[in-house]
Nanobody
Framework: QVQLTESGGGLVQTGGSLRLSCATS????????MGWFRQAPGKEREFVAT????????YYADSVKGRFTISRDNAKKTASLQMNSLKPEDTAVYYC???????????????????WGQGTQVTVSS
């Protein structure tokens, strides 16, 4: 059973930075992709970024491209999301997710991910 634990959320001012981490435990392999999704109050969950564990290919939502960077550390079995130039509209609960064998067309679809963390709150003040 794969378990995911997020950390690193908090309160930051507009233009500031935060780094989220997702620690994995349990059995994973190179077929996995690790993604970040977010959900703001009253809104649908939305895709933020994802990375393929084996190839390190990364994919981003247009709203965060150029500001956020996703990475992974194989040795530590962690995935991180560096968030720079934060805006109030980035305020949300951020969730880490993992899925195995995802095809390209499903990488941005939360329903394709089988394992989820508990979420961490990110609040950007204006």
């Amino acid at each position: 059973q794969v378990q995911l634990t997020e950390s690193g959320g908090g309160l930051v001012q507009t233009g500031g930075s935060l780094r989220l981490s997702c620690a994995t435990s349990g059995r994973t392999d190179n077929s996995y992709a690790m993604g970040w999704f977010r959900q703001a109050p009253g809104k649908e969950r939305e895709f933020v970024a994802t990375i393929r564990w084996s190839s390190q290919h990364t994919y981003y939502a247009d709203s965060v491209k150029g500001r956020f960077t996703i990475s992974r550390d194989n040795a530590k079995k962690t995935a991180s999301l560096q968030m720079n130039s934060l805006k109030p509209e980035d305020t949300a609960v951020y969730y880490c997710a993992a899925g195995s064998g995802l095809i390209l067309s499903s990488l941005r679809n939360g329903a394709a991910y089988s394992h989820w963390g508990q979420g961490t709150q990110v609040t950007v003040s204006s």
